[in-house]
């Protein structure tokens, strides 16, 4: 029988459970810790990384010294996966779904247990994003995976520093929708990552402005092509509003059909300002600004990395972090990137059906 609310404190086990291995490509160290899938990372404020995700079909949270040695490890009770992660200076919260409703957890710095809530909607919640409103409580998008796509709604939710709801909307479309990110407007509104689908039509690409308390202000479509699927996976926002926006569609050669990264930009009014297409067989899965004032996006399979120039989505370069991979095999599959302070890149992800992440010194 499962122990609710494991948390193990781990020495010496990373030994027996987790493989890693140094690589030439420049990766500091790699690990795979058992049967599952990695959806988010942090580095804290202790100066540790966390890790969520999926562990043999239950939701999981690693924490792990710089140089990925396991130190804590919390295991959910019942089926289901974290998808996303928030942390302030008293704890970790974690956000994700259990048994197709929404859930949040909240870990102390230690790995203790805290408090975790479960939230039935009408809409069965399998994927979430967590993240401070203010220093009192959190905002929350979920929805159905993107492949699913069941559903007509999504939810927004407010939540204040126990987990409790303050509001909720439960947008409806008339079509099946799920929202998969979001960022803060400087006014306090909402800017989601939607893909809907209407009858039995491909999905569609969708990026849309809420306020808190879920009233549409814009939606806007990505140049959808009725004949090919398409979804928005990612967003960031810049100093100066600008939201970029990265995810997948589909793309025809000859005969064949397959998938292709793309990234976009627009205003916090809605206005397309360039759309770029990146990798073939591939799909933008994260997306962030660098030090540098680059935009990055981190595709899903390899861990190819597309480097752009923020005012027109020129591309400046392109990284492989796997040289030894084809796209097309999905082997490694990537969900998340953070730029750590000294440069290097830290991955989550899935590899060989496993739970994996790793440390990279990025570009040399």
């Known amino acids: 029988m499962r122990n609710a609310f494991q948390v193990t404190s781990v020495i010496l086990l990373i030994i027996l459970t987790s493989c890693s291995r140094e690589d030439n490509n420049g990766f500091l160290w790699e690990k795979s810790h058992g049967e599952g899938s990695a959806f988010a990372s942090f580095y804290t404020n202790d100066s540790l990384f966390i890790f969520a995700g999926s562990l043999s079909g239950y939701p999981a949270a690693l924490k792990t010294t710089l140089s990925g040695r396991l130190i804590y490890q919390f295991d959910g009770e019942h089926p289901g996966a974290f998808t996303s992660l928030t942390e302030d200076t008293s704890g970790i919260t974690l956000a994700g779904s259990s048994e197709g409703r929404l859930m949040v957890t909240r870990l102390s710095d230690r790995f203790h247990y805290l408090w975790s809530r479960t939230y039935d909607f009408s809409t069965e919640i399998e994927t979430a994003r ?72 491909k999905s569609q690409a969708v990026i849309a402005r809420f306020d808190i308390s879920g009233n549409l202000i814009w939606e806007r479509e990505l140049y959808n092509n009725p004949e090919f699927g398409a979804s928005v996976i990612s967003l960031t926002k810049g100093t100066d509003e600008i939201v970029y926006a990265t995810g997948s569609t589909e793309i025809t050669e000859g005969e064949s059909l397959f998938t292709s990264s793309w990234v976009a930009a627009f205003t916090a009014a809605g206005d397309l300002l360039w759309k770029r297409y990146l990798e073939n067989s591939n799909s933008g899965e994260d997306i962030m600004i660098n030090k540098t004032d680059q935009l990055m996006v981190m595709n899903r399979n390899c861990g190819i990395i597309n480097y752009l120039s923020l005012p027109d989505g020129t591309i400046v370069e392109r990284f492989r972090m796997y040289d030894a991979c084809d796209p097309s095999e999905h082997m490694i599959e990537l969900s998340s990137m953070n730029i750590l302070p000294g440069g290097e890149y830290l991955v989550t992800g899935r590899r060989s059906g496993k739970f994996y992440y790793a440390r990279h010194r990025g570009p040399e």
Request: charged share 25%; glycine share 10%.
């Open 130 to 201: 967590i993240a401070r409103w203010d220093d009192d409580s959190f905002v929350v998008v979920a929805g159905d995976w993107i492949d699913s796509l069941r559903y007509n709604s999504f939810l927004i939710l407010l939540l204040d520093g126990d987990g409790e709801i303050i509001s909720m909307a439960e947008p409806s479309r008339g079509y099946t929708i799920t929202v998969n990110d979001m960022v803060k407007t400087g006014n306090n509104d909402l800017i989601t990552a939607l893909t809907r689908k209407e009858g039995g039509d």
